[in-house]
């Protein structure tokens, strides 16, 4: 009975799903499907002659991180939680948190969700799109960024000058647009790319009235309601800018450029520099380590400098299961110098002058605010003993944040009495000091909370 009701049900669907009549009935396409699998060669251990000496670092490195599969799995997935902005999860870029995602990153691109124009790092901007007129009344220009500022539509007349903030399209350009100024041009504004064979291709156009402003790198194309639906289509094809960052320097020129992982460079690769907080003697924006989880350790990041240096630039895929080169290595020499941890901060450059700044203004003075005096000389001394609120924990326990009272009030623990520091004096409330200063202190709590080094 019930068995019939379904196979009732099921010819009516197989009907309504072929079709009622006139349609050609379906016919299976004959013979196999061929497979061939192609699998990633696994690397042939012994290729690369181990190290043998000493040092302990080297050999823990050479035996827990051998492979660069090794390195993935158990240093970046660890560094790469998904509180910090060194690199992400699934759901944001750069996905390192599978072997064949972290693969894929070696020579990607990187910054590109950066969140806010200050988090850009030049060196990680590309070459830029460039701009024309399809009509080629100038040489096309590379493209620093552009803006689209939305309000009420303006008309505005040919001789009149818009002004740098009108509603509608504006593209700032690397050097002057060679178009007279005070008056409108029509064109049909052109999207060059790169294809770094030297040939561009025009991939998007934009045809409206076009005025140029200010120094003449300023170029504002007008955008009627009519048009708005194209405005959004040239934004929506992803657009390269090459002064993303809006500072003026082109990151990408000379060769400055830098991408995620670069094989055999490992001092300029951008997670390396944003482990560490510079490059090559310049900052990297960005949060430096991940705070949530335990900075990766001088063995980690031998494994990880070792691993970028052995791989071949001009290689076209590379092999995350060879074994890293360690004896081949130039890190080797001093891994030490490999530590994130305290690395760069000191309490004279960089910790007391946050405290002074964002502190000192209540924990100065004649009284300060709960006893507590950070902004006169002898400070880091009188951080060596004990708080009042809590008597058992040091204002400063070295090597330890999570027994160090004063960081436990700034990290806004659970378990501290009063409020976070610091206090925002416009409203008594708490505010949060900004991730890499919150970074710096714990880092050098971390390392030993020395007052000088
Ligand atoms: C606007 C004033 C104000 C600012 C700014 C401020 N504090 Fe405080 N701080 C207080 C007050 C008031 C208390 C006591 C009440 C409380 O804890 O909420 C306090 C208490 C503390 C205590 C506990 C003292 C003890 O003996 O246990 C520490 C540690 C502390 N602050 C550190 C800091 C640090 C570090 C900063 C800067 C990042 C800072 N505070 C900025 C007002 C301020």
């Not at 052109?190 to 003449?216: I, M, P």
């Not at 990880?304 to 092999?319: F, I």
């Not at 290595?329 to 760069?344: M, T």
């Amino acid at each position: 009975m019930m068995r019939s009701t379904i196979a009732s049900m099921a010819s009516v669907l197989t009907a309504l799903l072929l079709g009622c009549g006139g349609a050609p009935s379906y016919k299976e396409p004959e013979g196999t499907i061929p497979f061939e699998p192609t699998r990633p060669e696994l690397g042939s251990p012994g290729a690369v002659t181990p190290y043998t000496g000493a040092d302990p670092i080297v050999l823990e490195a050479q035996m827990k991180l051998p492979t660069g599969v090794d390195l993935q799995r158990k240093v970046i997935l660890r560094t790469c939680g998904p509180t910090n902005g060194v690199c992400h999860n699934q759901k944001e870029y750069p996905d390192l948190h599978t072997t064949g995602t972290f693969a894929a990153a070696i020579n990607a691109p990187c910054n590109l969700q950066p969140g806010s124009f200050a988090s850009v790092y030049d060196r990680c901007e590309r070459v830029g799109d460039s701009f024309n007129f399809g009509e080629k009344s100038f040489p096309a220009i590379e493209l620093g960024w552009y803006e689209v500022i939305v309000g009420a539509f303006v008309e505005y007349e040919d001789d009149e000058v818009p002004p740098s903030d009108a509603p509608g399209l504006h593209l700032h350009m690397r050097e002057p647009v060679p178009l007279a100024q005070g008056r409108a041009h029509w064109g049909t504004g052109t999207f060059l790319r790169n294809f770094g064979t030297g040939e561009k291709l025009s991939f998007a156009n934009y045809n409206t009235r076009w005025w140029v402003l200010d120094d003449g790198r300023h170029l504002y194309g007008e955008v009627h309601d009519y048009q708005a639906e194209d405005v959004e289509e040239l934004q929506a094809v992803g657009i390269i800018q090459g002064d993303w960052n809006r500072n003026d320097l082109f990151g990408a020129r000379e060769n400055q450029g830098v991408p995620l992982l670069n094989p055999g460079k490992p001092e300029e690769s951008y997670l390396v520099g944003r482990l560490r907080g510079h490059m090559q003697g310049e900052p990297v924006p960005g949060t430096r380590m991940p705070l949530a989880n335990q900075p990766p350790s001088v063995t980690d990041m031998l494994a990880l400098m070792c691993w970028l240096e052995g791989l071949d630039p001009n290689a076209a895929s590379w092999n995350l299961s060879s074994p890293i080169n360690y004896a081949g290595c130039s890190y080797i020499a001093n891994p030490q110098a490999l530590s994130l941890v305290g690395a760069g901060v000191t309490w004279r450059e960089r910790v007391w002058p946050i405290l002074k700044s964002s502190c000192g203004g209540c924990h100065g003075g004649a009284s300060p605010q709960a006893g507590l005096d950070l902004l006169s000389e002898g400070a880091w001394g009188r951080l060596r003993g004990l708080s009042t609120q809590n008597s058992t924990l040091k204002f400063i326990d070295a090597g330890r944040p999570e027994k160090s009272y004063l960081w436990l009030k700034l990290a806004g623990d659970g378990s501290i009495s009063g409020r976070r520091m610091p206090v925002d004096p416009l409203n008594s409330g708490s505010r949060a000091l900004p991730a890499d200063q919150l970074d710096s202190i714990q880092t050098w709590i971390l390392a030993g909370a020395l007052e000088d080094g």
